[in-house]
Structure formats: structure tokens, C-alpha cells
């Protein structure tokens, strides 16, 4: 199997990662990368194992352009391996699809119908599908779904208060951010597995952010609903609002479905707030008060539904920080951890601004944990293929 590859893509919102793995066992990563900034300034960076970096600036770029400069840097990595499955990340798998499975045309076309509920990533992710097809024509594709984690929540955690037909046609609360979840509690389990059992929240804030309450290894509940837009501010999108004001915009400003569309999706969050930027580097480098007033916004959201992720799992053992902004950001990390003692919270600050992985001193253990998507996206594809090939 030393001779074999599988490829990962995880089309996202603002760039597209991919990695590549050496089918030997436990897949082994022999690079990845990604081309990040996607629009006017985007740039390719692809990391190959045990030699320097590659930076490449390629202007303007939109998802397509972005996976052909993926496909085109490939043959240093692999090296002559031959690449006999593609994992991708598959934003939503509805109500039909939660482990991994076998892409098929009949597939792409159910998970198609779907676009309208994550229409910043659904049909990037499937652009990513078909293009993979066309390149790799003799590998196995596989579907990892970011909904499928938070399957078999208790059922008032996944349901409206709408009419029950609604929820029966599948308007419900599914769940996102499922693959780094699922990495971040295999990892839990790995290093203590008497607290992976307990009671854990996991913050997973990056330009798309949610966080979710795990107990005993199992989702129970999380931020984002039936859509990647409920819950915390992100980057872009608006997080959690009134409905009312949605209905006053449509009859007070006279918005369709397309202008909340870009209006939720591309101009509020981080973004809309500070009339600035989405990038959290940015902001927190900001003397601009604006930019003050999104930071303080977004962590008061954070803070908001820590408290009810603690109340939906009946107390709180672990606090795992993931995400670029989560693992990357101290300053985020101890605003919101300041003043939670009452919850058991307690930051040390000089762990946190150190990079350590465990950085806290009360009786919640709080982490700040990298996560690695693309890796549960390989041991899924590396299940499906028979034993040597």
C-alpha cells in the first residue's frame, strides 16, 4: 500500500485545505495545504512533510481556480503514488446522510438539493466532488458529512417550535463543524479517556464558528441549527437574530430571499459590525473602536451559549478552544474566560499566551487544541478501501 495515496479536500467558505496520506496502516500525511483568501488576493501554501514551505501568490481566485492550483501542485507530494481515494468534506448530509458514503452521481444529485440550506459551502464542496472525478476517474470518492456527528441529539435539541409537518419534511436543527468535533473528541480520548466520557464543550471558532456540548463521547447539542448561519457571529454571517427582523426587512426594505442571502451570509458578523473586516488578526490589531465593539459582540455570544451548552449537559468537565481563531487568539480565548470563575473556569494566563495545549488552572480543564478535519476525512476513506488495495 506504500505506493497508494488518498487525497482530502475541504472546500470551505474563504479557502479550500487539502492533504495527502500514504495508505500504510494508519494513513500517513505526507503533505497539505490550502489556497486561502480566496477573491482578489488569494494565495497558495502547501506544507509537504519534512521539507520548507511553498507560498505561491496567485491573485484572483475563485473556488475553481483554487482547485486547479491544488491539483496542479499534487505530483511533488505524492511522488509517483497513486491516488485511490478522495475524501471531501460535504458541509450538509440532510436527513438522509450522516457516516461516510460512497459518491455516486444519484448522491451528488440528493446532496445538490440540499444547497439551498449551506450556500457557501454545498456547492463548493460537490464543484470539488466533480472535479476530483474528472482528475482521479479510477479512485474511490467518499462523503464525510459535517452534520453527521450531532445524528441522535435528544429530540427537543434538534426541532423548532414550528408545526410538527415541518420538522417531518426536515426542518430541523442539524448541526455543523461535525469532523473537527469528531477529531477533537477522538483526541480528548486519546490523551484522558475518563474526562473524554465526562461532560465537554468544544468552541470551534474560525471565519465559520459554533460550538457544541458533548457528553459521554456524544453530541447533544449545538450552536448551528438547520443552517451554517444560527448561533455565534462569524466572520461573515450573522449568527443568531429575530426573525422579526427578517420579516421587517422583507416588507420594510423590500429584501428577497437573494439580497438576506448576501445580506446574512457576506455582509454581517465580524465583518458588518466593525464596517472593517472579517479577519480576527485584523481587529484585534485595530485601534478603531468599531473593531473593538465586534470583538466585544462576538465574545459576548460566546460567553451566551457557554452557559446553555452547560445547562443542556448538566455541568462542564472540559473547555476545548479549536478553530484558527480558537487555537490561535489568547486574547479571544481569556476575554472569554474572564470572570467565569462561578462556572469553574480559570485561565492561566501565562499557558494561555504560550501556546500550551492545556491552559487552565481551575476545575474545568480548558484546552487549546489544533483540530484536523482532513485526517478524520482520511481514516473514513481509508476504511472503504479493501485491505492492500
Same mark, same amino acid.
Given at each position: 500500500?506504500?505506493?497508494? *495515496?488518498?487525497?482530502?479536500?475541504?472546500?470551505?467558505? @474563504?479557502?479550500?485545505?487539502? @492533504?495527502?496520506?500514504?495508505?500504510?496502516? /494508519? #494513513?500517513?500525511?505526507?503533505?497539505?495545504?490550502?489556497?486561502?483568501?480566496?477573491?482578489?488576493?488569494?494565495?497558495?501554501?502547501?506544507? #509537504?512533510?519534512? %521539507?520548507?514551505? $511553498?507560498?505561491? !501568490?496567485?491573485?484572483? %481566485?475563485?473556488?475553481?481556480?483554487?482547485?486547479?492550483?491544488?491539483?496542479?501542485?499534487? /505530483?511533488?507530494?505524492?511522488?509517483?503514488?497513486?491516488?485511490?481515494?478522495?475524501?471531501?468534506?460535504?458541509?450538509?448530509?440532510?436527513?438522509?446522510?450522516?457516516?461516510?458514503? +460512497?459518491?455516486?452521481?444519484?448522491?451528488?444529485?440528493?446532496?445538490?438539493?440540499? !444547497?439551498?440550506? =449551506? #450556500?457557501?459551502?454545498?456547492?463548493?464542496?460537490?464543484?470539488?466532488?466533480?472535479?476530483?472525478?474528472?482528475?482521479?476517474?479510477?479512485?474511490?470518492?467518499?462523503?464525510?458529512?459535517?452534520?453527521?456527528?450531532?445524528?441522535?441529539?435528544?429530540?427537543?435539541?434538534?426541532?423548532?417550535?414550528?408545526?410538527?409537518?415541518?420538522?417531518?419534511?426536515? +426542518?430541523?436543527?442539524?448541526?455543523?463543524?461535525?469532523?473537527?468535533?469528531?477529531?477533537?473528541?477522538?483526541?480528548?480520548?486519546?490523551?484522558?479517556?475518563? $474526562?473524554?466520557?465526562?461532560? +465537554?464543550?468544544?468552541?470551534?471558532?474560525?471565519?465559520? %464558528?459554533?460550538?457544541?456540548?458533548?457528553?459521554?463521547?456524544? @453530541?447533544?447539542?449545538?450552536?448551528?441549527?438547520?443552517?451554517?448561519? /444560527?448561533?455565534?457571529?462569524?466572520?461573515?454571517?450573522?449568527? =443568531?437574530?429575530?426573525?422579526?427582523?427578517?420579516?421587517?426587512?422583507? &416588507?420594510?426594505?423590500?429584501?428577497? =430571499?437573494?439580497?438576506?442571502?448576501? $445580506?446574512?451570509?457576506?455582509?454581517?458578523?465580524?465583518?458588518?459590525?466593525?464596517?472593517?473586516?472579517?479577519?480576527?488578526?485584523?481587529?484585534?490589531?485595530?485601534?478603531?473602536?468599531?473593531?473593538?465593539?465586534?470583538? /466585544?459582540?462576538?465574545?459576548?455570544?460566546?460567553?451566551?451559549?457557554?452557559?446553555?451548552?452547560?445547562?443542556?449537559?448538566?455541568?462542564?468537565?472540559? $473547555?476545548?478552544?479549536?478553530?484558527?481563531?480558537?487555537?490561535?487568539? *489568547?486574547?479571544?480565548?481569556?476575554?472569554?474566560?474572564?470572570?467565569?470563575?462561578?462556572?469553574?473556569?480559570?485561565?492561566? =494566563? *501565562? %499557558?494561555? !499566551?504560550?501556546?500550551?495545549? &492545556?491552559?487552565?488552572?481551575?476545575?474545568?480543564?480548558?484546552?487549546?487544541?489544533?483540530?484536523? &478535519?482532513?485526517?478524520?476525512?482520511?481514516?473514513? +476513506?481509508?476504511?472503504?478501501?479493501?485491505?492492500?488495495?
Amino acid at each position: 500500500m506504500s505506493d497508494q *495515496a488518498i487525497l482530502t479536500i475541504n472546500a470551505g467558505s @474563504s479557502s479550500i485545505k487539502f @492533504s495527502v496520506y500514504a495508505r500504510d496502516g /494508519e #494513513p500517513q500525511e505526507l503533505g497539505r495545504g490550502q489556497v486561502e483568501k480566496l477573491g482578489p488576493a488569494a494565495r497558495l501554501v502547501v506544507h #509537504p512533510e519534512g %521539507a520548507s514551505a $511553498l507560498r505561491e !501568490e496567485i491573485g484572483q %481566485a475563485d473556488h475553481d481556480i483554487a482547485l486547479q492550483q491544488i491539483l496542479s501542485h499534487l /505530483e511533488p507530494i505524492l511522488q509517483g503514488r497513486q491516488v485511490v481515494g478522495v475524501g471531501h468534506r460535504i458541509v450538509h448530509g440532510g436527513a438522509e446522510f450522516a457516516v461516510p458514503h +460512497v459518491l455516486t452521481p444519484d448522491v451528488i444529485d440528493q446532496l445538490a438539493l440540499l !444547497e439551498p440550506l =449551506a #450556500p457557501l459551502h454545498q456547492p463548493f464542496n460537490l464543484a470539488a466532488v466533480r472535479a476530483a472525478m474528472a482528475a482521479f476517474p479510477d479512485a474511490l470518492q467518499i462523503a464525510c458529512f459535517d452534520t453527521g456527528f450531532h445524528r441522535g441529539h435528544p429530540w427537543a435539541f434538534d426541532t423548532f417550535a414550528l408545526p410538527r409537518r415541518y420538522f417531518d419534511k426536515g +426542518v430541523r436543527r442539524y448541526g455543523f463543524h461535525g469532523l473537527s468535533y469528531d477529531y477533537i473528541a477522538g483526541e480528548l480520548a486519546r490523551r484522558d479517556p475518563v $474526562l473524554a466520557r465526562g461532560r +465537554v464543550i468544544v468552541a470551534h471558532l474560525g471565519n465559520g %464558528a459554533s460550538m457544541c456540548a458533548i457528553k459521554g463521547g456524544q @453530541s447533544q447539542s449545538s450552536t448551528m441549527g438547520f443552517s451554517a448561519l /444560527e448561533g455565534l457571529a462569524m466572520g461573515t454571517r450573522s449568527g =443568531a437574530i429575530d426573525p422579526g427582523v427578517l420579516l421587517y426587512l422583507m &416588507e420594510a426594505e423590500g429584501m428577497g =430571499a437573494a439580497d438576506l442571502t448576501q $445580506l446574512l451570509y457576506k455582509e454581517s458578523g465580524l465583518k458588518g459590525l466593525s464596517g472593517l473586516t472579517h479577519d480576527m488578526r485584523s481587529l484585534l490589531a485595530s485601534p478603531a473602536p468599531e473593531a473593538a465593539q465586534a470583538i /466585544e459582540y462576538y465574545v459576548m455570544r460566546i460567553r451566551h451559549e457557554l452557559g446553555g451548552l452547560t445547562a443542556d449537559i448538566g455541568g462542564l468537565d472540559a $473547555l476545548v478552544f479549536t478553530g484558527g481563531v480558537g487555537q490561535n487568539a *489568547a486574547k479571544i480565548r481569556a476575554l472569554v474566560c474572564d470572570g467565569m470563575e462561578w462556572l469553574g473556569l480559570s485561565l492561566d =494566563a *501565562a %499557558a494561555n !499566551e504560550n501556546g500550551v495545549d &492545556e491552559i487552565g488552572r481551575g476545575p474545568v480543564r480548558i484546552f487549546a487544541l489544533p483540530t484536523d &478535519e482532513e485526517r478524520v476525512i482520511a481514516r473514513a +476513506v481509508n476504511g472503504f478501501l479493501a485491505p492492500g488495495g
